[in-house]
């Protein structure tokens, strides 16, 4: 094997509220060094940790905002998300699902608890991620992938599951279709459960420990809500659980563009923000209520 050594461990930032609906520890950016380049393709990861919310008769969530320029990637672990946007996308994102939604040249969006998960309160566990678009890709015509939990390709390991949510696993390819090479994986081992997984050395690849604990390359303890680095140097790598985990896995080829963001927008160039700052205040990005 030839060993991807590890670059560093990243343990969660403090919590902060998305809207009121979404308590995330903030990985990508973030003040270790885990910016938009070092990380692209990959240009934000939230991750909501296990949080209860008390019953109530108002969903809590994030109200209409836009994006463009990128795609954005929620992976629901505990609870339900109630989701609508501009395109006509929408729906419910339970326990094990993956919404995949490609903004591109500009979408509403909002999110909210499903009305049930709601009024019933619960834990609430989700990853969002945004992945970016490629220069030529960026204003291509929104679109969006409901990928229900059920229909997800899985391959069995040593005392477990990999569920292939994108790329591929062992030849088994994911559901999700993607602007450019990107794998994301959801390792779902037993106590002593070990998987062995590969990329190409210059490709960024991270993961986030969401339940349990693991030993990586047989050496490093990793404890739960802690993101693993990998150094952009050899491609091979090892899981192993010391209890019941679950751990996402993200490995994606550098774009290698110009990155230009502000807010919920991500592009090339300072004009291209500027342009979508216009678009959106002059209603190009559609309707879509409250």
């Known amino acids: 094997m030839n060993i991807k050594p590890i670059e560093l461990i990243a343990a969660p930032r403090e919590a902060h509220f998305v809207g009121d609906g979404f308590r995330v520890h903030n990985f990508i950016p973030s003040g270790y060094h885990l910016d938009m380049q070092r990380m692209d393709p990959f240009i934000m990861l939230d991750y909501n940790s296990k949080f209860h919310f008390p019953p109530t008769d108002t969903p809590k969530g994030v109200g209409v905002h836009p994006h463009r320029g990128f795609e954005t990637v929620t992976i629901a672990y505990e609870g339900s998300v109630a989701h609508h946007d501009s395109s006509g ?166 774009l290698n563009e110009p990155i230009a963001a502000h807010g919920p927008f991500v592009m090339n160039t300072k004009q291209e923000l500027i342009d979508a700052f216009n678009d959106f205040n002059n209603g190009k990005f559609g309707k879509l209520d409250d």
């Open 89 to 254: 996308g929408g729906g419910i994102i339970g326990q094990g699902d993956v919404q995949w939604m490609t903004a591109a040249s500009g979408v509403l969006h909002k999110e909210y608890h499903e009305e049930e998960f709601s009024k019933n309160g619960g834990i609430f566990q989700m990853v969002q991620l945004w992945v970016n678009l490629p220069a030529k890709d960026k204003m291509s015509t929104p679109k969006y992938q409901a990928i229900e939990h059920g229909s997800i390709p899985t391959v069995e390991v040593q005392n477990g599951i990999v569920e292939v949510i994108a790329g591929e696993y062992q030849s088994t390819k994911g559901r999700a279709s993607t602007f450019s090479p990107v794998h994301m994986l959801n390792v779902k081992l037993d106590p002593n459960g070990y998987g062995e997984f590969a990329y190409p050395a210059h490709y960024n690849t991270a993961l986030l420990v969401i339940e349990g604990e693991i030993i990586v390359n047989h050496e490093q303890q990793v404890a739960t809500d802690h993101l693993v680095l990998f150094e952009n140097n050899g491609e091979d790598f090892t899981i192993q659980a010391t209890n019941n985990a679950t751990v996402l896995v993200i490995s994606g080829e550098p």
